[in-house]
């Protein structure tokens, strides 16, 4: 009799992230780690750092990783979007994005600031009226104030910073609020196929009329700071990217060996790419090759670092404070090398202490009944025999499982999947 093998399925990339063991939360960790490397130099040596052709060029690690965060939001924010109603959307977004840095600022506010009068590096005394302005201008991510009593003043970064990361968060948010439109207004949500491409391109043109018509025309035009019109032009395509990618996620297959080295290449490119930016403006033709790399990349991996605790948050929104604080303590004599390894160690520790604390308990929050808006079973008589269940179908296209790497699906009735 003939022998019939069995056609080995490969799965698509929706499968690998959604429901299947992936390692994009160790390369968020990599990412962030990334972003440590690049700031260091400066936090460290400030101004000598021009002096170190190869040290001036580390700075492209945090570019790279800034670059490749709003990928990888791009396509995760949009499955969450696409699997919640528009409530439930926003709270979970909230409560990922601001209780961790909340935290943050009142660790910057209770050791940073009193530390930096202590050791002779603020420009004024302990006041509340500072402290309270300092959380009072930063809690919303819209006007950032960066010094904290006047400091860390006399330190080698020549501007009093006690976080100089977290200026993208505001980019970060401001993408969750465009996917509304996109996801919650029914028309647009029915011919998704056209309108998130038809984002990407808006995103894509943005940048390129801020390139080549000019920022201060355009600032005119939006009535923005340049500051903001450039970072919300160089950043916003990536994000889209990630989320066209999503649309494409269940045409997409994941094959072993192919599919890892096509991701290897991808990424180096996008890493490549971006360090070539100022001597030839390519970087943002490569945001789908850069999403489809990291994503990919992240999938193909079984690397398990990360599945539990996500730490990359808070290494991203501690590392600048943590090392200010080094440098307060005299780390400076230690060297670049011995600081890199400082920063690396204890923003590591500070990061799983917020994760544990505050990011993981709000994400919980997230999930809570009154959130997802799934209702409570109500209490079986107790005189009532229980009778046995069915199990529901899952409806097509819903997550098998959900560890940390994984949106969470929607606790209510969601729309056919993407084709």
């Known amino acids: ?95 990922r994005i601001f209780p961790g840095f909340w935290a943050s600022l009142l660790f910057v506010v209770a050791i940073g600031g009193p530390l930096s009068i202590l ?6 005394g302990w006041n509340w009226a500072d402290a309270i302005s300092y959380i009072r201008r930063n809690y919303d991510l819209m006007a950032l104030q960066y010094p904290l009593f006047g400091g860390p003043a006399n330190v080698p970064f020549d501007s009093p910073s006690w976080n100089g990361s977290v200026w993208t968060l505001e980019y970060e948010f401001f993408c969750y609020l465009l996917l509304l439109p996109l996801f919650y207004l029914p028309f647009v949500r029915k011919h998704l196929k056209v309108f998130i491409p038809l984002a990407y391109a808006i995103s894509l043109s943005y940048y390129l009329c801020n390139q080549y018509l000019g920022y201060d025309f355009m600032s005119q035009a939006f009535g923005m700071h340049p500051r903001d019109l450039n970072a919300s032009a160089r950043l916003y395509p990536f994000f889209f990217a990630g989320s066209l990618l999503y649309m494409l996620s269940r045409r997409i297959k994941i094959y072993p060996i192919i599919s890892a080295v096509a991701a290897v290449v991808c990424t180096a490119a996008g890493f490549y790419f971006t360090w070539l930016v100022p ?43 943590v090392q200010q604080i080094l440098v307060l303590l005299g780390s400076v004599s230690l060297g670049l090398a011995a600081n890199i390894v400082l920063d690396v160690v204890l923003t590591f520790g500070v990061a799983w202490l917020s994760w544990k604390l505050v990011e993981k308990p709000a994400m919980n929050l997230a999930r809570h009944p009154v959130v997802t808006g799934a209702k409570r079973a109500a209490p079986q008589s107790a005189a009532a025999p229980c009778a046995p269940k069915t199990p529901e179908p899952e409806p097509q296209g819903t997550p098998a499982t959900a560890d940390t790497n994984r949106v969470k699906p929607a606790a209510h009735p969601v729309l056919p999947p993407i084709r």
């Not at 390692?23 to 962030?32: D, K, Q």
């Not at 050791?119 to 004024?124: E, N, P, R």
């Open 1 to 95: 009799m003939p022998h019939h093998h069995a056609v080995r399925r490969y799965p698509t990339l929706y499968e690998a992230v959604f429901e299947r063991a992936n390692s994009l939360n160790f390369l968020r960790l990599v990412l962030a780690s990334f972003v440590i490397l690049s700031h260091t130099p400066y936090i460290v040596m400030g101004a000598k750092v021009d002096a170190h052709p190869l040290l001036h060029e580390f700075y492209v690690f945090g570019d790279f990783a800034v670059n490749a965060f709003f990928c990888i939001s791009g396509f995760l924010i949009a499955h969450s979007a696409y699997r919640s109603g528009a409530g439930s959307y926003l709270v979970k977004r909230v409560l």
């Open 119 to 124: 050791t002779g590096h603020a420009a004024t």
């Open 279 to 321: 001597h030839a403006n390519i970087m943002q033709w490569t945001q789908l090759i850069l999403a489809y790399g990291v994503i990919t990349l992240g999938c193909v991996m079984n690397i398990p670092l990360g599945r539990t605790n996500d730490i990359s948050y808070g290494v991203y929104v501690y590392a600048w404070p």
